[in-house]
């Protein structure tokens, strides 16, 4: 008797642990999950959508002004571009930052590419596009913008690049806000270091 009383109790404790473990990995679906910039604190809030409610936040994100955001192609993670310059990947189930660079001094927004692999961001200071792999947030390559003379200063400098978006066949396509350009950076070939730059000169103000 004292022998199956024993096991029933190690039985009972076995299932209670078990219980204990689902109740702590119970799965959340990131695809019902959202963010919100949240500008005067450089944090982002983490929301479920269904229940309209915050479920977390994350803070330390530098400055967030003019702030856009891109998710990973699972919708677990969330690509922030800060004004300052701040890459920011960041982890909406465990709300933790998961990488986070200072790749220039003033960057407006990014994208994704359409297979999830690479994140480029657009940058005034300097001008020109940098891309990173979307995994280890590692700089895959930096894409100079064209030179020109700045008529206040005489100084030669590089063109601010705005309006940065994703294209099908893992392409970037971006302008060059000074010196009147749209390019296009195809990354479809072997070596993503060196894709292909297609140049648009003269599209206007």
Not at 73 to 87: C, K, S
Not at 173 to 178: H, I, K, N, P, Q
Request: overall charge negative; aromatic content about 6%.
């Amino acid at each position: 008797m004292r022998i199956k009383s024993l096991a029933v109790a190690l039985l009972s404790i076995s299932l209670g642990a078990c219980t204990c473990l689902h109740t702590q990995t119970e799965p959340r679906a990131t695809g019902d999950m959202g963010v919100i910039i949240e500008r005067a604190t450089g944090s982002v809030k983490i929301i479920d959508t269904s229940d309209k409610k915050p479920v977390g936040s994350i803070d330390q994100l530098g400055d967030l002004s003019h702030a856009s955001v891109v998710f990973s192609r699972d919708e677990r993670y969330a690509y922030v571009f800060g004004r300052d310059g701040g890459l920011s990947k960041i982890d909406i189930l465990t709300e933790e930052i998961s990488k986070r660079v200072i790749q220039s001094g003033n960057s407006i927004g990014g994208a994704i590419s359409q297979d999830g692999s690479l994140v480029a961001v657009s940058n005034y200071t300097p001008g020109g596009v940098k891309v990173f792999d979307s995994e280890t947030l590692e700089l895959v390559v930096d894409i100079p913008a064209t030179e020109f003379i700045d008529p206040r200063s005489g100084k030669s400098k590089r063109s601010k690049v705005v309006g940065l978006v994703d294209a099908p066949g893992k392409k970037f396509v971006f302008s060059l806000f000074d010196t009147h350009e749209i390019w296009v950076a195809d990354f479809s070939g072997e070596d993503s270091s060196k894709p292909q730059l297609t140049k648009y000169r003269d599209t206007g103000l």
